[in-house]
């Protein structure tokens, strides 16, 4: 994807330029924080989609027209039940500030069917389509976490994702990367996906439809890989893809699967760590 002076609506600025009271480094709002639980209950008697209207942005509220209508359309799917969730993803272990202020800022709900958007922001994966899910916020910040813990202070240049499914990784990343170019090898889901990024109009995520399990090697080295499914072993190509330097987390495993990261320490020397248990949709070859 790709656009000339656009960005995107939730920029990082907007969770973290305009600081009411800090806790741990991280930018917070005054207002009341509902929680999901309340949300979905709410969503339950007032979840009709109201129709798309011409609106117009505010000094009252301080929002984009987007943000504005996103709210309108699913009522209890706000700013303030985003942010609950990422308070909750900062207690399970999640400390990388630019990671959480990434989650805060891209809209879950806008990647999830409507009948679904109520429950966008509990921590738990949820289906997509195609037997496949939207990971758990938890998960998602945790990845992504480990990836960024590089020898580079954090930096990545180049991402790589296995498994786009219906693109709310890809936003995410987006915000913490310079490029991220992402495979999906179910080829609705990739019609899905850039349906989903295209009105968010983000110029650094390039979409691919393809085997993941070949990786992008036109567009290698990487400097971070991600997995969003399960092998019991990670694919030699997504190895050699790696820069030096580089980090690659997955899922490994069949029934039981844990996360495991892999280093890349030099050209024939790589390093693996396992992490924590998960669990995933399995790893597959090929395109459908």
């Known amino acids: 994807m790709t656009g000339k002076n656009k960005r995107f609506p939730l920029t ?10 800090t806790t741990q480094g991280r930018s917070f709002s005054a207002a009341k924080v ?3 639980q309340t949300a979905t209950h709410n969503a339950a008697k007032h979840g009709a989609r109201a129709p798309n209207t011409e609106l117009t942005q505010t000094r009252v509220t301080g929002q984009t027209p987007r943000q504005i209508e996103s709210e309108r359309a699913y009522p209890l799917v706000s700013d303030a039940v985003r942010k609950a969730m990422v308070d909750r993803v900062e207690k399970q ?5 630019k990671v959480l202020a990434a989650l805060e800022a891209v809209p879950r709900h806008l990647f999830m069917e409507p ?3 109520s429950q966008a922001y509990i921590d738990a994966s949820l289906p997509i389509g195609h037997h496949q899910t939207i990971s758990q916020p938890y998960i998602v910040a945790r990845m992504i976490e480990i990836m960024r813990d ?14 786009t499914g219906c693109g709310y990784q890809a936003a995410v990343l ?8 992402s495979i999906e090898r179910i080829k609705p889901l990739h019609e899905l996906a850039k349906t989903n990024l295209r009105p968010l109009r983000i110029p650094n995520i390039r979409l691919h439809y393809g085997d993941g399990m070949l990786g992008l090697p036109q567009a290698a080295p990487f400097d971070g890989i991600i997995l969003a499914a399960a092998g019991l072993e990670v694919p030699q190509a ?5 820069a030096i330097g580089g980090r690659l ?12 990261l892999i280093e890349r320490i030099s050209q024939f020397e790589w390093r693996s760590t396992t992490l924590e248990n998960c669990h995933f949709v399995p790893l597959r070859s090929g395109t459908v």
């Open 12 to 21: 990082l600025s907007s969770v973290v330029d305009k600081p009411v009271s």
């Open 93 to 97: 272990g999640v400390k990388d500030t």
């Open 34 to 36: 509902a929680t999901p």
């Open 238 to 242: 997504l190895l050699q893809q790696m």
């Open 150 to 163: 590089n020898v580079k202070g954090g930096v990545l240049d180049r991402i790589l994702e296995i498994g």
């Open 249 to 260: 987390v997955a899922p490994v495993g069949a029934r039981s699967q844990v996360l495991q």
């Open 115 to 117: 009948a679904l958007a």
């Open 174 to 181: 987006s915000l913490v990367g310079k490029e991220v170019y």
